[in-house]
């Protein structure tokens, strides 16, 4: 396959970015989206040029390092998928494809498609720590956790904090990453000891970050590799409401 990219370049985080065209030859459809980049990478490098920056840790959808904009789309066009799961399979012979880092104002570009997410990081500090007793090993059966709660609680740890969500929307949020973390720990027995602490100090450091707020139109879910509802975000307002009545 022949695919024609269309990149955005930027030396540095001050520095005016553009789009540059590039022509990925011989690209195969088993290749994954990163591996093409790197093949032009390789060619790039043996003309002395500068590679394209972009973050990759695990290839495998787990780590939640990689992202950026394929076609407009956070991640891409496969649904539950990160970019390092988009295989050019997906695209046919010819086609060109738009490549672009996350948009959002907290989240900076620091070089081509390499964003700076440690504001999703910061949020999580805020949460602070969870009290548990860390003394010998527990019998199993000491803290008895619901079968929905167990899951639903999983299913909130399943975020991967890649920042897509944030990219998606429109009001550029970040309340499905943090209605999940929020919603992991409100649901187990382990997090209730600092339950409303943690929901006013995470709230506020996502407004303090610059993220805008949800106006439930759903984009984050559409592309969240994990599939995260929104009613994390309903969950997350509900916890919020509750703690507020109770603020000092
Ligand atoms: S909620 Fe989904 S899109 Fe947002 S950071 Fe977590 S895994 Fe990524
Ligand atoms: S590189 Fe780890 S999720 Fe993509």
């Given at each position: 396959?022949?695919?024609?990219?269309?990149?955005?370049?930027?030396?540095?985080?001050?520095?005016r970015g553009g789009f540059v065209d590039y022509t990925a030859e011989h690209v195969s459809p088993d290749m994954s989206f990163l591996?093409?980049?790197?093949?032009?990478?390789?060619?790039l490098i043996a003309q002395g040029q500068d590679p394209i920056a972009f973050d990759s840790d695990c290839r495998e959808g787990i780590c939640g390092t990689c992202g950026f904009m394929v076609g407009g789309i956070a991640h891409g066009p496969d649904p539950g998928t990160t970019v390092c799961q988009l295989h050019m399979r997906r695209f046919r012979n010819d086609d060109r494809i738009v490549v672009e880092p996350w948009?959002?104002?907290a989240f900076p570009v620091l070089k081509d498609l390499v964003?700076?997410?440690?504001?999703?990081d910061r949020i999580i500090q805020a949460g602070g720590y969870t009290s548990i007793n860390v003394g010998g090993a527990q019998d199993g059966n000491a803290i008895l956790v619901s079968k929905t709660a167990s899951d639903q609680a999983m299913d909130s740890a399943a975020c991967i904090q890649c920042?897509?969500?944030v990219a998606a929307c429109k009001n550029a949020s970040a309340a499905l990453f943090t209605g999940a973390k929020i919603t992991h720990l409100a649901?187990?027995?382990?997090?209730?000891?600092?339950?409303a602490t943690r929901?006013?100090?995470m709230v506020d450091r996502h407004d303090a970050e610059g993220f805008g707020s949800c106006s439930n139109e759903g984009e984050c879910e559409?592309?969240?590799?994990?599939?995260?509802?929104?009613?994390?975000?309903?969950?997350?307002?509900?916890?919020?409401?509750?703690?507020?009545?109770?603020?000092?």
């Open positions: 396959m022949r695919i024609f990219l269309k990149v955005w370049r930027q030396a540095a985080p001050d520095a591996e093409m980049l790197d093949v032009v990478n390789e060619g948009r959002a104002r964003v700076d997410r440690s504001a999703l920042g897509a969500c649901l187990l027995p382990q997090g209730q000891p600092e339950r929901v006013l100090a559409a592309v969240c590799p994990k599939e995260i509802p929104i009613t994390n975000i309903a969950r997350m307002n509900r916890e919020y409401f509750r703690a507020s009545l109770t603020r000092g």
